[in-house]
């Protein structure tokens, strides 16, 4: 063992000095004694000059006499044996090293004697500073009786005192400091002392054993009415806030907040009245604020750490607040008179109860706060509520030039520093708006509720003082001016309220049990009502009033509770004439501001927001189906066209800004108004396009070129729909381009070429903000991530009347050679360049020459594409439902055969992808179909006849629904369409005289897809034992019989839309499903075709039927939009947000429209996505039932597919699967007492509706 002489210990001394010397400004800056120890141990880490000290050289030089010899013996085993280490289990010979060298005998005698070394060397400068210490005592008193005169002056902080000042702070100094403090010491001395303890570590101070007793001794010198006393105390306070643990600033925080509730209550100090005021230039409202603002900041701060400690610690703190603030005087009997109460104080350094927010923010601390204010602090929210009231009946007493004249001597008092009693008790008023308003965000809050009030007979509930709140909103004045101007309107009653009332929508459990009544909507919608009735009625509301009541009437509308309750009200069966809803006020109320039928606010600058405020809360209203359906009457949607008509007109004339001069010179603030609120008209004018009805107006208006222009410089610019909408455009996108017009505005704006640019860009470029760090995998999935989301974006504009506009008529330009600098454009490009890939040249344009034998130029290879390829091939091919058809996987298979499905090149189709399961559908089960047909035989009165008829097809299609098909269907739709247009209230089109015959049609010609479309459909039928040899020839009659009949009830149209420009732009699907129901009798079916064609069902299963048709208005042909678009569909989206909410929210989510899917299925009488006895169930349902039933199975299909449509959305390729998938395991009869339950509770407003499509206007 290492012995070490004095002459060691004292070269020890100096080297360690040396060090401390070295480092002592880091030391000393170090806020605490954790710091400074954290700063020395990691010292090697952040000193450059760590191994040039002389201490570290001689510690390093000593370990390598004591270890060196043992350290390379050890060394020399290690590389003589390597297995043995690795063993072991070390990773390195280091640390094998390093274990052994810590367990050896020499390495802890070595550590013993360092050890007792540096013992004996700090104990030595421990005396060595007592001495320091006690000599610079004496040489302070010295000189601070040399200036006793001026003894106040602070010129010191915590870096003036020595290094080992801060290290040590014994038991001794802290009597000493004790009896320093002693109110019979001279003022010197008892100065030096607190000097001496804000020098010191607080953890030192609060660890003493003498902590309590100097505790007491600073409460008493807070009192001193000397103000360095008091300072010198805040600000040790004020350290020990910042530097200490939880367990330490909670003794120093309820000692001065139980000081203050002393004080508050003693007699002997001099505390102002309300009438008072508070002057902020008296020495002890000075020092009474300090300490008030130290807790404050200390409030705001403890919620971040105390959640660390122990529970106790918290609820100690939250007490002593409370009881500080539950201080009340004994009251006089005139207000005025009244002494100020510890909440005054705190309100005017906290104005909006920032401490409460904090407080109540997290479980942890909301639960302690709100238990003791219901077990033992309920006061402190009584006086807060009563402070509310009685701030409101103030307003309420006071004359407008009362109000002036408080505003004006607010505004002379504001230069100095005084606030007066009514300065006060308005800060007391926003402090307890905010605190109230936060408590009934909280169940436990809101249970605190009803509160009784003095000099009150009822007690204020919770919509009592919602109430409150919504009128103070319109009623209150304007706020003192206590702040300056610029933050003047946050503190104004109405923005406070109002910023309440936000927090209060965003919480939904809290708005349902708050906001969501009758009451509440009624007091927002008075101010409202007042100034519809005229300008006597209308009091004191300012523009600023108006547009805070319709932000949150437009947050209420945002959720779907809240829009329910604004539509309908709290009572849903109650009707409008018996008390408007809230949806129509608004919308009367914000179509007059529109047409400028209130004068009330004429001139004001403010105006425009007004409008613009109202109009967003009516568009949260009418983005809704059920909402647009409630608003149709009002024709906002005219109204806002109109508006902005006359505003574009001076916009367009505004001049650009010159270059060079000033922008704001060049073009006025009035220009840049007005075109600020012509975007904000188009903007809710695009926002009609949420639903298919609301499309409809929208393209009525004839704004929906510059309305889809807005969306797409918007989308460019990646701007938010708006703050209320939680999607962006997909949906608005999805719905435009269901329609001609829409699509053809889509290309117009440039949407559809930047949407194809970009998936060009994706194919060709990939990513360019993605960091390579590795080589990618070869790609598996049919599509590659990064271009799925432009794919997708490309899906929902392809529905059938969009892609018949864009591609119509064209031919693919097939070129000879294709520049690789060469970008498509447009729609026609992408199937020329990506799909139909008939050229070599197409090819060598997409990949290189080695790769493009992928694609089978030499003979097909089984790979990815190669798979792809085949399932579209067979899928585009092969006609048929679920069971009908057997499509090809789009994956290879394990095992060694990955792939047995043929390859299809050439007609025939391979046998293997033809479904056994549907072929021969023989006519079985005779006798039922004989009973059923005897039933429909019964002979009754007509009426009697048709009802007892739908009751059995009911009965039928519940037990069993096979039996409807072959004959008995046949028989079934004969007769009963032929005795409902033998009562002339059943038939909603006039009879039509048709004389055609075989031989006047022949020679007429349809269109290539209706010969395609009569293809397919002979080949299915064929494919059904449906249809025979001749049944191509007989379809093709039928059909031109049909376009010749309906011409003669069609009208010319002159438009630039393809589709308004000839017959029907696509094949008949539903003539083509009934010929083959007919088992391909062309004159059953024509026939049929003639009588059905008088029903009202007629106008929704056949669609060619109203093409063009006399029957509607000009309008709506001009559109080019089907009834089935903007009436069912639209009723589709209306039931599935009701009925199921999942799926509804899923389309959202995806940024596409059901309307759009449901289109297409109704289109084409749901082939390929339905097998054909339930497509024949779809149809006899709608002709029996009602047209309302196309609804209804629609709903139906989705609550059966709502679990794939939930996955899909998660794997974001809802689209293509909607699109592509057939409906599996669907079945028509499995829904069908579902859909009579939606029957009782929609057919009313469903067939209304539908009845209306010959008058269909707003």
């Known amino acids: 063992m290492a012995h070490f002489s004095t002459e060691d210990e004292a070269t020890v001394q100096a080297m360690l000095r040396q060090l401390f010397q070295s480092v002592k400004e880091r030391i000393t800056g170090a806020p605490s004694l954790e710091c400074a120890e954290e700063i020395l141990l990691h010292l090697e880490e952040t000193d450059e000059n760590f191994h040039n000290y002389e201490f570290v050289k001689y510690l390093r030089h000593h370990i390598r006499n004591t270890l060196g010899p043992m350290i390379e013996e050890e060394m020399e085993k290690c590389t003589s044996d390597e297995n043995q280490i690795e063993e072991s289990g070390y990773d390195t010979v280091v640390q094998h090293v390093t274990k052994r060298t810590q367990e050896s005998k020499e390495y802890k005698e070595m550590m013993y004697s360092l050890k007792n070394l540096m013992i004996v060397v700090v104990e030595s400068m421990m005396n060595k500073f007592e001495e320091d210490e006690i000599q610079s005592q004496e040489k302070q008193k010295k000189i601070s009786k040399e200036r006793s005169s001026s003894y106040y002056t602070d010129n010191c902080s915590d870096s003036d005192s020595s290094f080992n000042q801060s290290y040590k702070f014994c038991q001794g100094k802290l009597q000493l400091i004790l009896d320093q403090l002693d109110p019979g010491q001279p003022k010197e001395v008892r100065y030096e002392a607190l000097q001496t303890l804000c020098s010191a570590p607080p953890s030192d101070v609060l660890n003493c054993e003498n902590w309590t007793a100097l505790c007491e001794k600073l409460t008493v010198s807070l009192s001193d009415p000397n103000p360095v006393f008091s300072d010198r105390i805040l600000k040790f306070y004020a ?124 479980y ?134 109002t910023e309440v009332l936000w927090i209060l929508c965003d919480q939904k459990e809290c708005t349902t049990e708050c906001l969501y009544n009758n009451t509440i909507i009624d007091s927002l919608l008075q101010p409202i009502h007042n100034l519809m009735k005229g300008t006597e009625a209308a009091p004191d509301c300012s523009e600023r009033a108006l547009i805070h009541i319709a932000d949150i009437l437009a947050r209420i509308a945002s959720v779907e509770e809240g829009l329910l309750l604004l539509l309908y009200g709290e009572n849903m069966n109650s009707s ?145 729909i708006s703050r209320h909408e939680k999607f962006g455009y997909g949906v608005l996108v999805a719905q435009v381009a269901s329609t001609a017009a829409g699509a053809v505005s889509l290309q117009n704006s440039g949407f559809i070429n930047a949407l194809i640019t970009e998936l060009w860009s994706n194919l060709e470029c990939g990513r360019d903000d993605v960091r390579v760090i590795h080589p990618r995998s070869t790609p598996v999935d049919p599509i590659d991530r990064s271009c799925q989301k432009s794919f997708l974006a490309l899906v929902n504009l392809l529905s059938y009347p969009a892609v018949y506009e864009l591609v119509g008529n064209q031919d693919l330009p097939n070129k000879a050679e294709y520049s690789l600098r060469e970008v498509p454009t447009c729609i026609i490009d992408i199937i020329d360049r990506l799909i139909i890939l008939n050229s070599e040249a197409k090819i060598r344009s997409l990949f290189n020459y080695e790769q493009s034998h992928v694609f089978g130029l030499r003979g097909f290879i089984i790979d990815s594409l190669s798979v792809e390829r085949n399932h579209v091939l067979v899928r585009i091919n092969l006609i048929g439902g679920p069971l009908e058809r057997t499509l090809p996987p789009r994956i290879l298979e394990k095992g060694d055969d990955p792939y047995p499905w043929p390859m299809f090149s050439s007609y025939p189709l391979p046998n293997c992808y033809l479904s056994e399961v549907r072929r021969n559908a023989d006519i079985k089960q ?60 059943e038939c909603y089109f006039p009879s039509v005289e048709y004389t055609a015959t075989d031989a006047n049609v022949k020679n ?230 579902y859909m009579e339950i939606l029957e009782q509770n929609y057919r009313p407003v469903l067939l209304r509706d539908m009845r209306n499509i010959r008058v269909q206007s707003t």
């Open 926 to 985: 005779d006798s039922d179909r004989g009973k059923l047909l005897l039933r429909f035989k019964i002979s009754e009165k007509q009426t009697e006849w048709i009802e007892n008829c739908r009751r059995q097809f009911c009965r039928m299609m519940k037990t069993k629904p096979d039996i409807i098909s072959g004959i008995a269907l046949i028989e079934l739709l004969e007769k009963f369409v032929f005795h409902l247009t033998e009562s002339p209230s």
């Open 576 to 720: 409008k004439e018996e008390s408007p809803t809230g949806a129509h006020i608004i919308a009367q109320f914000s179509k007059k501001l529109l047409d400028e039928e209130i004068s009330i606010f004429s001139g004001s600058e403010l105006l425009p927001v007004v409008k613009a405020a109202f109009i967003s809360v009516c568009r949260q209203i009418y983005g809704s189906c059920e909402g647009l359906q409630v608003l149709i009457p009002y024709s906002l949607h005219e109204s806002l066209a109109k508006a902005w008509k006359k505003t574009s007109l001076p916009s367009e004339s505004i001049p650009a800004p010159v270059e060079g001069s000033d922008s704001v010179s060049s073009v006025s603030q009035e220009s840049q108004n007005i075109i600020a609120w012509e975007e904000n008209l188009l903007d809710n004018l695009l926002n009609f396009a949420a639903t298919p009805k609301g499309l409809l107006l929208l393209q009525r208006t004839g704004a929906i070129n510059e309305c889809v222009t807005f969306m797409f410089n918007r989308y460019a610019k990646k701007l938010q």
């Open 1004 to 1233: 007429e010609n349809l269109s290539s897809v209706q010969q395609l479309g009569i293809k397919m459909t002979v080949r299915y039928g064929k494919f059904l034992n449906l249809l025979k040899d001749r049944a191509e020839n007989d379809l093709t009659l039928v059909l031109k019989h049909c376009e010749r009949f309906l011409k003669q009830q069609q009208v010319s149209i002159k438009s630039s839309l393809l589709c308004l420009q000839e017959n029907y732009a696509g094949h008949d699907w539903f003539v083509s499903s009934l010929f083959m129901i007919m088992l391909g009798d062309k004159e059953k079916t024509f026939q049929f075709l003639q009588q059905f064609s008088r029903l009202l069902t007629s106008a929704f299963l056949w669609l060619p039927r109203l093409h063009n048709s006399r029957y509607l208005p000009v309008e709506t042909i001009e559109s080019g939009i089907h009834p089935i678009y903007f009436c069912s569909t639209h009723y589709i989206e209306m039931l599935l947000k009701a009925e199921v909410p999942l799926v509804y929210s899923a389309f959202r989510m995806s940024g596409f429209a059901p309307s759009q899917i449901c289109l297409q299925w109704i289109t084409q009488c749901f082939w390929n996505y339905l097998d054909w006895i339930e497509i024949c169930h779809y149809i006899a349902t709608c002709v029996l039932l009602g047209p309302d039933y196309q609804v209804y199975i629609c709903i139906a299909v989705f609550k059966h597919l709502q679990q794939d449509i939930l996955q899909h959305t998660q794997t974001q390729d809802l689209q293509v699967f909607l699109k592509e998938e057939a409906l599996h395991g669907f079945r028509v009869s499995d829904y069908f007492e």
């Open 364 to 497: 942890y601390s909301r639960t302690a706060v709100l238990r003791l204010l219901e077990k033992k602090y309920k006061a402190l929210i009584t006086t807060a509520v009563q402070q509310c009231v009685q701030y409101f009946e103030l307003c309420e007493t006071m004359k407008a030039d009362e109000i002036s004249g408080h505003s004006k001597h607010y505004r002379n008092r504001q230069k100095t520093f005084y606030y007066s009693g009514q300065e006060l008790q308005y800060i007391y008023f926003i402090h307890s708006v905010c605190l109230v308003g936060r408590l009934l965000i909280y169940t436990q809050g809101r249970k605190l509720f009803p509160i009784k009030l003095k000099n009150r007979k009822d007690s204020v509930s919770l919509t009592d003082l919602l109430v409150l709140f919504t009128q103070l909103i319109c009623y209150a004045p304007s706020c003192p001016k206590m702040t300056s101007s610029a933050h003047l309107e946050n503190y104004s009653p109405a923005s406070m309220v």
């Open 239 to 362: 350290q020990t806030f910042t530097l200490s643990p939880l367990h330490m600033t909670k003794e120093i925080y309820t000692s001065l907040a139980k000081y203050l509730e002393l004080y508050f209550l003693s007699r002997e100090n001099h505390i102002p009245t309300l009438s008072a005021g508070i002057d902020m230039t008296n020495p002890d409202m000075i020092r009474l604020l300090k300490k008030v603002r130290l807790l404050s900041e200390y409030q705001k701060e403890v919620p971040s750490f105390w959640i660390r400690h122990p529970e106790k610690y918290m609820e100690e703190i939250v007490e002593s607040t409370l009881s500080l603030l539950s201080v009340k005087h004994d009251q006089s009997h005139h207000v005025s008179q009244k002494i100020l109460d510890p909440i005054y104080f705190f309100a005017l350094v906290d104005t909006k109860a920032v401490w409460f927010k904090k407080w109540t923010h997290a």
